[in-house]
């Protein structure tokens, strides 16, 4: 498990003091992917280089499976630095190493015998699917190709976590998605830890348990993926999700709204189990209420349907507000828009 403690970084750049993180406390816990979204000097960078000490602290402690990091001696820092694999934006291949030469590259430093650190390269090669490329230089790679041989490279020392600072930001979306799968893989083959920071919500939607919001060096709001796409409550938050799924309603329903004064206009937001649910039938049966579907949306994360549904109820106002106080008994997150 990791344990972070009020964890703090003040960088003293010459135009003055830079307070990247300020006080940020965070668990996570051993076999999680971890996301961590925030927008552009929310601190990221500084945060993943901090856990393993590529960047030293102010003040605070990172603890990691008992140890504080912040305690070791330089030898013990080396020791379990060996542990903690980083994948970056830009690669950061060698490029007079061929992806054999890549991957083998932290074994040597690691004082692994040549035999063995190229039977031991050859497996990564062959787990991130590039058995084909083991002789070709960086150059010759896309980089998506580049981006499995930095994954192959951080995995040579069999670490229990994976830090990955915006390993998708350069690639294309078909890139992504399966640069994605693999870490996936990798977390449920190795059993490793994956803490990986992205601004993009759409990486976060795809693999990770969890999520932290960062903003101004500070956590802002954290969760399940689930929680936080149906019940997000920053605004920065809600942002970041709008960037993936659409929450606002298009122009032709604000203008059919505001033209028509129709009855009582709700959104309702659903996940899982409720989307195969007959409530709205219910409501016509039931509570005497006519339901006009005016939009709809159903997307899927990690394979749980999650959507949402604007509807205009007209009926007699009693029996409109009983109906939305039947839809929130059901579960759902139910919203009166009165102003669109
Ligand atoms: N070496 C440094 N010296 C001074 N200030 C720094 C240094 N590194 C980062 N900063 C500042 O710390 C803040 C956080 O930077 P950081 O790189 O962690 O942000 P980030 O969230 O990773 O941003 P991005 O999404 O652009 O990568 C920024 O204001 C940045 O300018
Ligand atoms: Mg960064």
Request: glycine share 8%; net charge negative.
């Amino acid at each position: 498990m990791i344990k972070i403690e009020n964890l703090t970084k003040h960088y003293h750049a010459a135009q003055g003091k830079v307070e990247a993180i300020n006080g940020l406390n965070l668990e996570v816990d051993d076999g999680e992917i971890f996301g961590m979204i925030g927008p552009s000097g929310a601190g990221k960078s500084t945060l993943i280089r901090m856990l393993n000490l590529l960047e030293q602290p102010t003040s605070g402690t990172i603890n990691i499976n008992g140890t504080d990091l912040t305690e070791l001696s330089s030898q013990n820092l080396r020791a379990a630095r060996q542990k903690i694999g980083m994948i970056f934006q830009h690669f950061n291949l060698l490029s007079s190493r061929t992806v054999l030469g890549n991957v083998a590259f932290p074994l040597e430093i690691a004082g692994v015998a040549k035999k063995e650190r190229i039977a031991k390269a050859k497996e990564l090669i062959e787990l991130v699917g590039l058995s084909d490329r083991a002789d070709h230089y960086p150059a010759q790679l896309s980089g998506g190709q580049k981006q499995r041989v930095g994954i192959a490279r951080a995995l040579a020392n069999d670490p229990d976590l994976l830090l990955s600072d915006e390993a998708t930001s350069s690639l294309d979306p078909e890139s992504t998605k399966s640069v994605l799968e693999l870490l996936a893989k990798i977390r449920d083959e190795m059993n490793l830890t994956i803490i990986l920071i992205t601004h993009e919500m759409g990486v976060i939607k795809d693999i990770c348990d969890r999520v932290a919001v960062l903003e101004a060096g500070q956590i802002i709001e954290e969760g399940s993926i689930l929680d936080i796409f149906a019940r997000p409550k920053q605004t920065l938050t809600k942002k970041f999700i709008s960037s993936v799924i659409d929450f606002d309603l298009p122009e032709r329903i604000i203008k059919y709204v505001k033209a028509e004064r129709p009855g009582e206009l709700i959104r309702i937001s659903f996940v899982g189990e409720k989307t195969h649910d007959p409530y709205i039938s219910d409501l016509v049966k039931h509570y005497s209420v006519d339901a006009n579907i005016l939009y709809g949306n159903i997307d899927e994360i990690q394979g749980v349907p999650f959507g949402t549904l604007v509807l205009d109820l007209e009926g007699q106002l009693t029996n409109i507000e009983e109906s939305i106080n039947y839809l929130q008994s059901q579960d759902l997150r139910v919203e009166v828009l009165d102003n669109v």
